[in-house]
């Protein structure tokens, strides 16, 4: 009778513990994309991002978050996408009708101006993503839909969310964190490589893109650390809407620039402030500069020396002197930008205090 009753016990237990895992499995095939109705795996997907918005846009982190998303989707449901920033003046709804495009994400207010197109639940309060095909959209819909009721989901949005704020006032405040932006870990890699405290390399990115991976300026430069596509090219870098493709190409450029400084006798501090004035004036301005300053018997070695002599470099008589190469040089945005980022940088030492 008691061998019969300690059956009875283990049969119990067993099909409790079926019960209980059954549905844990299938939640985490969803997930992983490995449900018998994956109609996604091994595809290539074209996904644009049609949210707009750059660093003075009201949205500031929602094309990063998107982004995160989907290669998110893509890995659990065993596919490969493409991601496109989409510009103002590109319709990526129609490209998703005449199927040049498989994923187009919206924001909710302008979902309501599409027809004929499939629209998943909301990924947030802000975003919805277009699909033309129905399996697919069931399939979307699943996966946003576990993503959501994730803890993961919470963790990722919050990183998003807490990066829109004024480092300066932030820090007048006194208010602390232990994270700059969703892209600390990229940006503590890269700035190791250069042997920089990271929250230098953060308020460069910042000064650059306020964290947006949409940016763009009118002269094309792109992404976080705003790279010419010619430099993305010149470091071997394709893709400048990945943060970390981005900040590898910037931070490969600042790597050069500095290399060009470091063997010329001067502190940390004052290597930093030129390889920024090359990053954003140009090398050849600012060896203009230095030539200039030597020749006028100022100290070439000190930034703050060098932004003395540069009011005189605006002057038509700079045309006729031999030290400098290419002509007359503002220098307004320069030394503007210079001050800004050793600001964030202050800024940043006090809202996140461990390096």
């Known amino acids: 009778m008691k061998v019969k009753t300690q059956l009875r016990l283990r049969n119990l237990f067993i099909s409790l513990m079926v019960i209980c895992i059954t549905p844990l499995c299938e939640r985490g095939r ?29 949205h500031g982190l929602e094309t990063g978050f998107n982004y995160q998303m989907i290669n998110r989707f893509a890995h659990d449901n065993g596919c490969n ?52 095909d129905q399996d697919h959209l069931k399939q979307v819909n699943v ?25 300066i006032r932030r820090a007048e405040k006194g208010i602390t964190s232990k994270t700059l932006s969703p892209y600390d870990d990229v940006i503590r890699k890269y700035a190791a490589e250069l042997g920089w405290d990271w929250r230098m ?33 010149y470091y071997k870098v394709d893709d400048l809407l990945d943060p970390d493709q981005n900040i590898k190409a910037g931070s490969s450029h600042l790597k050069r620039l500095q290399n060009l400084y470091i063997k010329q006798n001067l502190d940390h501090i004052e290597l930093i402030k030129f390889t920024l004035a090359a990053y954003n004036a140009g090398e050849g301005r600012v060896a203009d500069c230095r030539n200039f300053a030597a020749k006028q018997q100022v100290d070439s070695t000190r930034w703050d020396e060098i932004v003395k002599i540069i009011p005189l470099m605006r002057e038509d008589s700079i045309l006729e002197d031999e030290s400098v190469k290419l002509g007359k040089f503002q220098g307004h945005e320069t030394i503007a930008y210079i001050d800004n980022v050793m600001a964030l940088y202050d800024a940043f030492c006090k809202i996140c205090p461990e390096a």
């Not at 207010?109 to 033309?132: F, G, M, Q």
């Open 81 to 132: 996408v493409k991601v496109i920033a989409a510009r103002k003046d590109e319709n990526w709804i129609d490209s998703l009708k005449q199927d040049k495009a498989d994923i187009v994400i919206m924001h909710t207010h302008d979902s309501t101006l599409t027809s004929d197109i499939a629209l998943s639940r909301n990924v947030d309060e802000e975003t919805v993503w277009a699909v033309k």
């Open 201 to 233: 390399l953060a308020a460069v990115v910042y000064q650059e893109s306020k964290f947006s991976i949409n940016s763009r300026s009118h002269r094309g430069a792109q992404g976080l650390m705003q790279v010419m596509p010619q430099t993305a090219r």
């Open 30 to 58: 969803m997930l992983n994309g490995a449900s018998s109705e994956n109609t996604l795996a091994g595809k290539e997907l074209i996904c644009a991002i049609d949210l707009c918005d750059d660093m003075y846009g009201a």
């Open 143 to 167: 996966w946003i839909s576990h993503m959501i009721s994730s803890h993961d989901y919470e963790k990722v949005r919050k990183i998003y969310t807490s990066g829109k704020y004024d480092p």
